[in-house]
């Protein structure tokens, strides 16, 4: 394999920096066509810091979407502005519940769900204590609010994403498009375009079906085919220790525990189907490309890039380089990345 940096003729991006201009490569794997498995041998005398430039291709479900979309689960967020200064938000997902904010005590939050996997809903019954919101709950406080769902059925990626208010995602970007929460303590309710009412709880028990539902059903991201591909209704009550929702969501939950992406899942998947990656002299991986350490590339949305210093202790390595069936060097299927070499390159970087 030739190890000449030479490639794209109209490149945009200076990928490698010039201090590396009279410096020996450790290793280089570049310009590779399809259908390649490549490798090349490497030693390092002493622990050191490597300067990594790869490029290569996006898996086709992850080209599809934004990059804020990659390896996330079916989720729910809530979005509150208490006040002029005051943001937060709370996400869920499906199988851990309650994921975390800042500042907020995953033990005062709870959460439940029940499955039905027959007629493809779910239902979450979530609390938030007004502590953890700091608002003092009383009828006709109303505050800044928004909802959003996001939609995950090939377990890679969240293809589509719905909201209550704000058109456009991220929500948290647009706080001032909130619709309003209100808390009322009337007994009749009706549900409205620019305002959700949550209803006071006099008993120890929720009465749901007391309280409109809200259809969430905006699409604010990606593709959602229609309300039982993505949909959901919102419910809200409060008393004077805690704001309540129930979320009716409408979405494919058979295995939905399969297809969630757990922290030890994330290394697991395959998110580029050209990519390098370094094994030790024991074959074990220890450092690769992926969707989530490389930024576009120029040409097409699948394009990535890497561009990162890593740290490998003295020893013998190699490094690979593996690309599919198409869109490769001097076989593109569409724009090629605005980069001087298709492939990895490595540099001692101390």
Known sequence: MASTITGNTHNAIP????????KPRLAALVNIPDYCDTMQSFTIKQDAAVQVYGVGELVRPLAQVRAPYFLKNDDLEFFFHPSQNDHRNYLFTAVEGFMGTSGAKKSAITFSKKIDSTNHTAEFLISIPWNELGTQPKEGVE??????????????????????HTGTDPLVDHIYNYGKLRLTAKKDLSSQQDCIYSKYKTTDTLCWDNIPATAI???????VKDKYDCGALLRSCWDKKNLYFLVRVYDFFIQYERRYISKEKVSTLKTLCDYGYIEDDKGRIVWAMSAMNTIHAGGCVKNRLADTVISLKAGTY???YSSDESHAYGHWDADPPLTPFYGIVLYQAN
């Open 318 to 320: 190699t490094l690979k």
């Open 217 to 223: 059903e905006k699409v604010i991201a990606g593709e």
């Open 15 to 22: 990928l490698i920096n010039k201090k590396y201009n009279n």
């Open 143 to 164: 505050m800044d609010f928004d909802f959003a769902v996001g939609d995950n059925d090939d377990g890679i990626r969240q293809e589509g994403k719905i909201g209550w």
